[in-house]
């Protein structure tokens, strides 16, 4: 019997009569991200999933590794089965697990028996193989409250199973359970950030992202292919929709009064992320917008750019400070290539004195010399598409 990896379920397990459903998800979710490691079998019973190599030629580490970005996942070990007797299990603890037995100070065994045909019960199980790897162990004393390392041993329909402490998984609900959404990537910190927040909550995303050059540089576009890249342990499969947005940027300086440049060209990102929404056939659009941070993040702003999009837009970083999406920027590792000094659109053209609380109808009326379905239909049409995929 071979080494295997075991995941607990998180949310899902809550989800009643939908469960079932969400399950077959994330078992298909994992087994298109663990594809590249090797065959694995990949089942779920009891709010675990168990992913079992199928041959000796299986990259276990590599589909560990790819487990820890899934979500709908909250704790992932790796365990070894063995016979489903006392004496088996104590011999499969002890060597399995013998670097950890020989570094810890403290320790408990916690069993589950699913299997109620196995002859002890969880606390026997538990006593007994405690007091012998006491004694195996002398640098192990036993804490039933906060031990160092705790020796898992599950009893289950076709074996034991036995692994250390677990490590904590993605969390959130399993990719695309809530649909398909577009997210509207920058090459800022905000928006990786707040694309990893939809996806966590289980929407499968397509990337927008608008580039104006020769105003913003190869380097800049660049760099958000390389945070889409870098979203996808994540996201799993992604779009990256590139969209010229050079002519509409143009066109709005030309024709638009400068107070109201950045609102406008908010406004045409949102219609064309509309349609590819529609082409696509998303239910949402997402961005990284926060209550205040800049002049165009007032509720009057998102109100202006809602009024061209019939969808919802989700904004999961709206009531968060910087410091917070800095966190988990640096946490998800999308940090290092957002700070990278490259322009993005929306600094070219800012106007010297944006407007910050506008009228729906002063935003409508300024923009109202522009053929704005025709603008949003060239944008499209130039529009690059690259797929994505963990790498
Ligand atoms: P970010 O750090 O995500 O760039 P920001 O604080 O710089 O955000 P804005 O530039 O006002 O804020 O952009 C607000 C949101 O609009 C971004 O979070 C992103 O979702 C979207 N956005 C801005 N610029 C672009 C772009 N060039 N392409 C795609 N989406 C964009
Ligand atoms: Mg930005």
Redesign the pocket.
């Known amino acids: 019997m071979n080494e295997l990896i075991l995941l607990k379920l998180g949310e899902l397990v809550l989800k009643g009569l939908n469960r079932h459903t969400f399950e077959e998800r994330l078992c298909g979710n994992i087994r298109r991200r663990i594809h590249p490691y090797g065959k694995f079998l990949v089942t779920s019973k009891q709010s675990t999933i168990y992913v079992e190599p199928l041959n000796d030629s299986c990259d276990l580490d590599g589909a560990f590794n790819a487990c820890r970005y899934i979500f709908g996942i909250v704790a992932l070990s790796k365990a070894h089965p063995c016979e489903k007797n006392k004496e088996a299990i104590l011999e499969t603890a002890r060597t399995y697990l013998k670097d950890q037995l020989e570094a810890a100070h403290t320790f408990k065994v916690e069993s589950k028996r699913a299997d109620k045909n196995f002859p002890m019960t969880s606390i026997q199980l538990s006593q007994w193989v405690g007091g012998e790897l006491d004694d195996l162990f002398p640098n192990l004393t036993a804490d039933m409250h906060h031990p160092e390392l705790v020796v898992n041993v599950e009893v289950r329909e076709k074996a034991a199973y036995v692994h250390g402490n677990p490590e904590q998984g993605a969390g959130g609900l399993p990719v695309s359970i809530n649909g398909v959404g577009v997210s509207l990537l920058?090459?800022?910190i905000?928006?990786p950030v707040s694309t990893y927040m939809m996806a966590k909550r289980g929407l499968a995303l397509d990337l927008v992202h608008f580039f104006s050059p020769p105003y913003t540089s190869q380097q800049a576009k660049e760099k958000v292919i390389e945070l889409a890249q870098l979203l996808t342990p994540y996201t799993g499969r992604t779009m990256l929709h590139i969209v010229p947005f050079t002519k509409i940027q143009e066109e709005i300086r030309k024709n638009c009064p400068e107070e109201y440049f950045t609102l406008i060209m908010r406004r045409f990102m949102m219609r064309i992320a509309g349609s590819i929404a529609g082409r696509i056939g998303a239910g949402c659009i997402v961005t990284?917008e926060c209550l205040g941070q800049v002049a165009s993040q007032t509720m009057e702003a998102m109100r202006s750019t809602e009024d061209v999009c019939e969808l919802p837009v989700f904004r999961p970083l709206i009531g968060m400070d910087k410091e917070e999406i800095v966190t988990i920027s640096r946490r998800i590792g999308t940090f290092g290539t957002s700070i990278l000094p490259y322009e993005?659109c929306?600094?070219v053209f800012t106007p010297r004195h944006p407007k910050t609380h506008p009228a729906l109808e002063e935003v409508r009326a300024a923009e109202a010399a522009l053929d704005a379905d025709a603008l949003v239909a060239e944008a499209l049409a130039g529009t690059e598409k690259l797929r994505l995929k963990p790498q």
């Open positions: 920058s090459g800022g905000d928006s990284g993005d929306c600094t």
